[in-house]
């Protein structure tokens, strides 16, 4: 197995999909795809048009990555895309900046000599991309195909042109392959500045866990980070937005508007703003949706990230479940966040699956009751303020001072722990 790899399938463009599903099956973290463009023998000059080249790749790279999500995931797949030049010639992407991983491993098609897959335009292309401008550290393997057969159904897609300047928007925050394929095809119809544009500030309010969506600094470094491995020769211009329109509506230069099923209204009030200020209406791309039997919402969706990162193991030190008796005593597990991160939704469905619920929390706020050792400790030491109406110690008065004096707040830690007893109040229960 290996971390990286990079699939060279040239003249094989009828087993790209077969290829990825093989190569999946030995590249864990990311893959990079290199793609070219079909050129005469005499001159290097294209052999197809623009419109044939964008169209089949295009559809190419949908496909993918709908395989990719049934079959692998957690799979970070990269299509390496050439450029093409005012007169509408292929080129290869200009050396910029390296690729973001290392490559450990060229595969390639079953019946392909590896002096072959040396010269093709594909390994010369990735050659441009990598550290020290070689490829000589990475292993050639040759990939093995369960069925070595055509995916191609003739199936075009609609894009069928490029645009100089292409603008889209979204969240982006952790990355999957919807994502990925929104950046990739838009990348693939731009010729000179891609515009995205992430959401923030009010935008992220009605998200599911916005309290969890990675700063918008790490956003922008993870697209820009993307982009430049899949199409370098191009700006990539990567903005925090705080409304739906963003530089859409003033930008003069912008000629071409991505969008999903989902964002497509909101590309006819970007349209009607641009016309009420005199400027050009944009011309629509509207990508598809990447299904998931796994997600609620029936498609890949950072949400559902999000929600996992609530039942993350952060480390273990009880046997597994499965290993454990009832003769062995309780299973304890501990449930812990910060607010509003779900533990409450966690803690309820705990109870309902049988497990008996020990709210440390009460337990807590039980020890400085009036009458208990913590209690007169605590007036002693911070005095009458923390004294509410009703003789109880007031939780945010304490907390105003201790939080805001880090001498203070170790002297209540102490007196809590001392007193408090919490472990073995949670035993007893």
């Known amino acids: 197995m290996y971390k ?28 990079y795809i290199p793609i070219s463009v079909p050129t005469e023998a005499e001159g290097g000059t294209t052999s197809v048009p623009e419109s044939v080249f964008v169209s089949r790749t295009a559809q190419q790279i949908k496909n993918v990555y709908q395989q990719v999500s049934k079959s692998c995931p957690t799979l970070d797949v990269r299509f390496v895309l050439p450029c093409w030049s005012a007169q509408q010639s292929p080129t290869p992407s200009p050396l910029g900046e390296p690729l973001q991983h290392s490559i450990e491993a060229l595969l390639y098609s079953p019946a392909t000599f590896v002096e072959d897959v ?3 335009e594909e390994y010369r292309w990735l050659s441009q991309r990598v550290k020290c401008d070689k490829l000589d550290a990475a292993t050639f393997r040759a990939l ?9 159904d003739g199936t075009t897609s609609d894009l069928t042109r490029c645009w100089g300047d292409v603008a889209l928007g979204g969240t982006f925050d952790n990355i999957h392959n919807g994502h990925r394929l929104l950046l990739t095809l838009s990348a693939l119809q731009t010729t000179r500045r891609i515009l995205v544009g992430l959401a923030n500030g009010p935008l992220l309010a009605s998200k599911v866990l916005p309290e969890l969506i990675k700063p918008v600094e790490e956003r922008v470094l993870d697209v820009k980070r993307f982009l430049g491995d899949v199409k370098a020769g191009i700006e990539h211009d990567v903005v925090p937005i705080t409304d739906v329109y963003g530089p859409t509506a003033w930008d003069d230069k912008l000629e071409c508007l991505v ?4 964002t497509a209204r909101g590309a006819d009030k970007v349209n009607a703003e641009r016309e009420r200020k005199g400027l050009r209406r944009l011309a629509i791309y509207t990508i598809p949706l990447i299904t998931s039997d796994e997600s609620e919402e029936g498609k890949l969706s950072s949400s559902d990230i999000r929600k996992a990162m609530l039942g993350v193991y952060r480390q273990i030190h009880a046997p597994r479940l499965s290993g454990w008796k009832p003769s062995d005593g309780p299973y304890l597990v501990g449930l812990t966040g910060g607010i509003a991160s779900g533990k409450s939704s966690v803690f309820k469905r705990l109870q309902a699956l049988g497990a008996f619920p020990v709210d440390c929390d009460k337990l807590g706020h039980e020890a400085y009751k009036p009458g208990m050792p913590a209690y007169k400790e605590l007036l002693e030491e911070f005095g009458q303020s923390i004294v509410s109406n009703s003789g109880e110690i007031d939780r945010k008065a304490l907390g105003s001072i201790v939080f805001s004096d880090k001498v203070q707040l170790p002297t209540c830690r102490t007196l809590y722990a001392t007193h408090g007893n919490l472990r073995n109040r949670c035993a007893s229960c």
């Open 4 to 31: 990286t790899g990079a699939l060279l399938v040239s003249n094989s463009t009828r087993l790209l999909v077969p290829s990825v599903a093989a190569a999946c099956r030995l590249v864990t973290e990311v893959l």
């Open 118 to 120: 040396k010269q093709s």
């Open 144 to 152: 093995e195909f369960r069925e070595l057969e055509s995916t191609e």
């Open 259 to 262: 969008v999903s099923p989902e």
